[in-house]
């Protein structure tokens, strides 16, 4: 029986997982789990910039797939997946530059209205289908002009490419990840020639030849480097290209999804969106800011990215900092108690973007609005899911809406499918049933990528979707209470 291993690396933490397929069912086992802290140290010109501590992640992933060799014996193939834009520059000798600066780094603020003058949004939406956001790859490079590092850079690997490497000595650039980068061309899906020139122009440096060669998900990325098998027992194990992308990992472990499926991924993000089979590059879907990244098997994740339990993993960590942590089940039981939409907030409002004090972000928006603030965490985490809720609702119905999609039920995977509070109020908000589960879908469909790829699966969507269902039971939440209420919150947020 063959074992495959998924490294999912999320923005707060990072996992190894191993997995078999056994009688149609994925059978898993957690080998690896280590937290992932950002550190602040100075970058260029001495300015406090918020880095990834990418070599103690290392360190947590070697330790996870040496355990799970120990346990398993012979594996057969490793597949990574984190979260997108991220990525590290590399220089001539392919040592690593300096450690990935963080997507929350404010570095990028001004980078978009610098490409713009080169590109306008208008077309560099039209080519690449990607979402406005200040974090993407392409701003990076851009706000990274002049500096020695950039100078110094051959290469530019995304975070999950740049751990393949590391355990391969290949520099791929697999696709998932890279559509999110702003930088590929949607409708071509190779590098964007013209989006490059742009970049390059502003960024003082050849992006194109930053950028390496291209590979589908499933294809071998290469073999584990002797010196790395040998030391983390993986002889002859291969890297494959899953999903990269880990939104693209949890969609394909979506257990169905027809034409009248929307589904969210819901974990530190929220990404809410549909499975179609081409980009939606509308110029109305670009003033929604929808984004049109790709799926396994050639399919295209038509979604919004929305602020998710980032604000309760800050509200959590401010409290815990502030010497009185909270226990988070307890605390969802109580704010399941507490009367819903006394207050709702924009959960993509700026103002929640950067770590820090979100209870007291939330009471300063409230105040301002005219809503009561939230008085104690239990009041603060039912403003938190409320708002989370109804920006799930909307983003569901304006994906409908812009692909011309009639949508009767919304899957829910990732951590927030243990979550029943923010379950049961997104059925309420959207007015429609909820699946929940699985929840560590990222790593079912990492793992599931692999398996296909080695022939366990028949590699196609719907198969690797039949082994989800007959391996994770889902919840299903009603829509229930009074829709008028959510309604009008809506139009109490929008104005
Ligand atoms: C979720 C995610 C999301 C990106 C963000 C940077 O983990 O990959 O899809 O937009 O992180």
Known sequence: MRTYVAVDLGATSGRVI?????????VTEETGRFPNVPVSAPGPGGRATLHWDVLRLWAGV???LAAAARRFGAVTSVGIDGWAVDHGLLDADGALLGNPVHYRDPRTADAP???????TPERHYAL??????????????????????LAAARRALLIPD???SWLTGEQVAELTNASTTGLLDATTRTWSTEVTAAASALAGVDVAALLPRLVAPGSVVGAVRPEVGRALGLDGTTVVAVGSHDTASAVAAVPVAGRDAAWISSGTWSLVGLELDAPVLTEASRAANFTNELGVHGTVRYLRNVTGLWLLEQALATWAAQGRPQELEPLLRQAADVPGLRCVVDVDDPAFAAPGDVPARIADVARATGQPAPSGPAEVVRVVLDSLALAHARAVRQAAGLAG??????????????????CRLTADATGLPVEAGPAEGTATGNLLVQAAAAGDVGDDLAAMRAVVRASTPTRRYEPSGDHAAWARAEKSLRG
Do not use: S
């Open 18 to 26: 191993a997995g078999r397929v056994e009688g149609g069912r994925l």
């Open 128 to 149: 690449t289908g990607v979402q406005l956001q200040p974090f993407n790859t392409v701003f990076q490079l851009v706000a990274a002009a002049g500096t020695a590092q």
């Open 162 to 164: 740049l751990l393949a």
């Open 405 to 422: 999609r009639d949508v009767a039920v919304v899957h829910l995977v990732g951590g927030g499918a243990r979550n029943a509070l923010l």
């Open 62 to 64: 070697q330790d996870g």
């Open 113 to 119: 209205r610098r490409l713009f003058e080169r590109i």
